[in-house]
């Protein structure tokens, strides 16, 4: 039941992207959108396509009166159950409650600015939210993976990296230097954990049909990318705001001296 699910979303996607690119259909637009760096990892179209299904979403649930902070809340509970689940073994249970989760933490945003309910504390909610969301999964795997020596580093790795992704970016949007770069954002983080966690376990079948607790290579391979260019990303972040604030405090001091 929940593998036939893997092909049907993975059919919602590619129709939505399809509409996105043939029919002319009007994308998502708003500051974060506009602002995402193209990367080979998750294809521009793809998350048109997505944020198109999630604006549908959006809709629907203000039909029948769910607000931003509900989705927000919601999001927290469903990422927290997804890692419950993933430290249990249950990872493509996993993987869709994640993918549901992250879902509802799109659609917070899109719900405050339709509804003209936006403001800086729900901001601070969604942000706080994001940032556990964000570790969440890689929580469960940990324990998960915790007689893995290896796997256990590289969810480790791919942890600090996310929160680092996030964490510069946040530093630099209080020090008014916006820093949206780099090839691992928040999003194709989640899509690629996302995908890891759902065919991972399917193609242990093949890989490795006698193991009792399957180390799942597809997703390791997932959590590699992850968090090496996580790692790479959040360099080029402090790089590019480091250099923004250097050249911002050379010129306060040059027009002092004037």
Request: hydrophobic share 50%.
């Amino acid at each position: 039941m929940i593998e036939r699910l893997l092909p049907l979303g993975a059919a919602m996607l590619v129709g939505g992207t399809v509409a996105t690119k043939m029919r002319g259909i009007r994308r998502l637009r708003d500051a974060r959108t506009d602002k995402m760096a193209s990367s080979p990892f998750v294809p521009r179209p793809f998350v048109e396509a997505g944020f198109q299904l999630a604006r549908v979403m959006a809709h629907g649930a203000m039909r029948v009166g769910i607000t931003a902070n509900v989705c927000t809340a919601l999001s927290v509970v469903l990422s927290v159950a997804a890692a419950v689940l993933v430290a249990r073994g249950e990872l493509i249970f996993g993987g869709w409650m994640l993918l549901l989760g992250s879902s509802l933490d799109t659609l917070d945003g899109i719900i405050a600015r339709e509804t003209g309910t936006a403001s800086d504390a729900g901001e601070l909610l969604d942000a706080t939210a994001d940032r556990v969301n964000d570790a969440a999964a890689f929580l469960g795997l940990l324990y998960y993976y915790r007689e893995d020596s290896l796997a256990f580093v590289l969810v480790c790795i791919a942890l600090v990296g996310s929160l680092l992704v996030s964490y510069v970016r946040a530093k630099g949007e209080a020090m008014s230097v916006d820093c949206a770069v780099g090839w691992m954002q928040r999003h194709e983080r989640i899509i690629w954990l996302c995908l890891g966690l759902l065919i991972g376990p399917l193609a242990a079948r093949w890989i490795e049909p006698d193991a009792v607790t399957p180390r799942c290579h597809v997703l390791l391979g997932a959590l590699t990318v992850i968090g090496f260019f996580s790692f790479v990303t959040a360099v080029q972040r402090t790089r590019l705001v480091y250099r923004a604030l250097v050249v911002r405090r050379d010129s306060t001091r040059d027009a002092r001296r004037a």
